[in-house]
T-cell receptor, first 110, second 117 residues
Framework: GENVEQHPSTLSVQEGDSAVIKCTYSDSASNYFPWYKQELGKRPQLIIDIRSNVGEKKDQRIAVTLNKTAKHFSLHITETQPEDSAVYFCAASMDNDMRFGAGTRLTVKP | GAVVSQHPSRVICKSGTSVKIECRSLDFQATTMFWYRQFPKQSLMLMATSNEGSKATYEQGVEKDKFLINHASLTLSTLTVTSAHPEDSSFYIC?????????????FGDGTRLSIL
């Protein structure tokens, strides 16, 4: 089955700096890669996703890149703000079978 | 759009009690619903996948007689933790997708924090 690894487990940045979170997956058949943000005690919320036929996608301060050959994908957050502080999960999916990474706790210091 | 409602948000009960958690898709028909368990500061662990009108598919190591899942309609799935014990205490969260097949995000409920005394 699919195995998703996520790094780093914790990340602390200064407000305004960029944050990068990286994930690798094992199953080359995975074709959909969403990223979720989860604040403490709340539901995970989809922030951006990318499909396997696309190499990069951007939405304002958030971008995701996908390297299918290397089987890794990354989340980039620019101009970080304190409200970006949360746990971020990557996931890899094929036909509704979605597996999550272990999560990255991002702290943005004001 | 794509709102998922989960109830109750918090349950505290005695050991041996059975607890039912409901997951509803409010503004879409959910062809597939998922149940996850999340331990503190850990990732989402998939417990089972349920499709409307059919039996749930459980992940390895998840006891189907312990965690009963019913997906009776396209908008409702329930998880019943039977004869709950302290080790069942956890955060349970459901999600739903509204199209079968590829490239579909999962929309999550708010989760249920279960505490067994």
């Amino acid at each position: 089955g699919e195995n998703v690894e996520q790094h780093p487990s914790t990340l602390s940045v200064q407000e305004g700096d960029s944050a990068v979170i990286k994930c690798t997956y094992s199953d080359s058949a995975s074709n959909y890669f969403p990223w979720y943000k989860q604040e403490l005690g709340k539901r995970p919320q989809l922030i951006i996703d990318i499909r396997s036929n696309v190499g990069e996608k951007k939405d304002q301060r958030i971008a995701v890149t996908l390297n299918k050959t290397a089987k890794h994908f990354s989340l980039h957050i620019t101009e970080t703000q304190p409200e970006d502080s949360a746990v971020y999960f990557c996931a890899a999916s094929m036909d509704n079978d979605m597996r999550f990474g272990a999560g990255t706790r991002l702290t943005v210091k004001p | 759009g794509a709102v998922v409602s989960q109830h109750p948000s918090r349950v505290i009960c005695k050991s041996g009690t059975s607890v039912k958690i409901e997951c509803r898709s409010l503004d879409f028909q959910a062809t597939t619903m998922f149940w996850y368990r999340q331990f503190p500061k850990q990732s989402l662990m998939l417990m089972a996948t349920s499709n409307e009108g059919s039996k749930a598919t459980y992940e390895q190591g998840v006891e189907k007689d312990k965690f009963l899942i019913n997906h009776a309609s396209l908008t409702l799935s329930t998880l019943t933790v039977t004869s709950a014990h302290p080790e069942d205490s956890s955060f349970y969260i459901c999600s739903a997708t509204y199209h079968a097949g590829r490239h579909q995000p999962q929309h999550f409920g708010d989760g249920t924090r279960l505490s067994i005394l």
